[in-house]
Each structure stands twice: as C-alpha cells, then as structure tokens.
C-alpha cells in the first residue's frame, strides 16, 4: 500500500527553467507534507514543508502547492541551477502515528547547461 | 555544530551473520528514527524512539531485527541472520520538532 507516489522517476530540466515535481498521496491523515532533497552518498535533507491546511508555501526559488481535493502536491523550483540535481522525495507525515514520515519513492532532477 | 553521524558507512556481510549500525543523533534532539531504502525503493520507516516512552517497533520487518537506545543518544540497530534482502542502505534521522528530520549520511549494507 504506497501511501505516497511519485509516479516520475526522473526528471531533465535545462537551467534556468522551471521545475516541476509532482507527488500523491491516499492517506486523508497527513498533516504536513515535506520535500526532501538527497544528494549521492549523502543523507537527504529538508527542503520545504507545506501544512494540510495551506495551499502554497514558498521559500526563495522553491515553492510547493498542495491540492487537497485531488490529494496533489508539486515542488517548483524557479529558476533551476545545476546544483539542484539531486533526487528529491515527497513525504506526508501523520501525527497520530509517532510523527514518522512516509516517503514517496523519489524523483531523480538533472538540470543541464 | 555535528548533524548526525552514523557508522559504518559501508557494510559487507556474509548471509547469517549479525551486524550492528550505530546513529549518533544531533545533541539535544529527543526523537530519533531509523528508515531503509532498498533500491529503487522510497525511505521505509523502521523504528521511532521519544524521549524515555516505549518505541514504536511498528515498521520492523521481521524480529531479527531490533534496536536500542541509550541514555536517550546513541542509537543502535541490531540485524540477526542477515539475509539478501536486508540489503539497503539504513538511515538514522533526529528531530527536536517531530516536523523537520535530520538524517544521517547513512549505511551502506549488503549482504553476500
């Protein structure tokens, strides 16, 4: 039962565009939502959360949009750089179940030259 | 100030054997977890530590796997008889907030 989808595995992007990551979930008891980036041989890191009660957060070049009635959210990056090619991973997180995030299976970002 | 540190990064096992991974969580930080991510695979939670409360063991996959806490800082997870498909790589993350995790760089595991 994947809770969380990530139905693109990758994603090329030419810099200076925009980036659109997509993410959807099943489970109504998410509260938040966050991105997370993951660079190789690293651990991933936080990028972005959005409340399930908003329906945008932005923070600099990242912005994430939560459409609840259709259970969606997307990550844009604007513009993108090179160093944003890492893998990114949605995760939707319910506080009635020890606060652990349930991770979506990733989508691989390569912004080129 | 140290993120989280976990060791070893690399771990090659032979079938049956036991092994231990170690996390060292962020000073300060009250949750700690573990999660694994398979190839191909999303992060799958494992286990969750709070404080001095009982865990929450609801994501271990089988009972060959366990882990402990001590002195609510350094964490370990304990796979017995490890198997192939133990194969992944482990991910220890801290939180003070229950929201934003910190995440180790990870173990590498495999097993032959």
């Known amino acids: 039962d994947q809770q969380v989808k990530q139905n693109s595995p990758s994603l090329s992007v030419q810099e200076g565009r925009i980036s659109i990551l997509n993410c959807d979930y099943t489970n109504s008891m998410f509260d938040y939502f966050l991105w997370y980036k993951k660079y190789p041989a690293e651990g991933p890191t936080f990028l972005i959360s959005?409340?399930?009660?908003?329906d945008k957060n932005e923070d600099g070049r990242f912005t994430v949009f939560l459409n609840k009635s259709a259970k969606h959210l997307s990550l844009h990056i604007v513009p993108s750089q090179p160093g944003d090619s890492a893998v990114y991973f949605c995760a939707g997180r319910n506080t009635g179940t020890a606060s652990k995030l349930t991770f979506g299976t990733g989508t691989r970002l390569q912004v080129t030259l | 100030g140290a993120g989280v540190s976990q060791s070893p990064s690399n771990k090659v096992t032979e079938k049956g054997k036991d092994v231990e991974l170690r996390c060292d969580p962020i000073s300060g930080h009250t949750a700690l977890y573990w999660y694994r991510q398979s190839l191909g695979q999303g992060l799958e939670f494992l286990i969750y530590f709070q404080g001095n409360s009982a865990p929450d063991k609801s994501g271990l996959p089988s009972d060959r796997f366990s882990a402990e806490r001590t002195g609510g800082s350094v964490s370990t997870l304990t796979i017995q008889r490890t198997q192939q498909e133990d194969s992944a790589v482990y991910l220890c993350?801290?939180?003070?907030?229950?929201?934003?995790?910190?995440f180790g760089p990870g173990t590498r595991l495999t097993v032959l």
């Open positions: 993350a801290s939180t003070r907030t229950n929201l934003e995790q910190f």
């Open positions: 959005i409340s399930s009660i908003k």
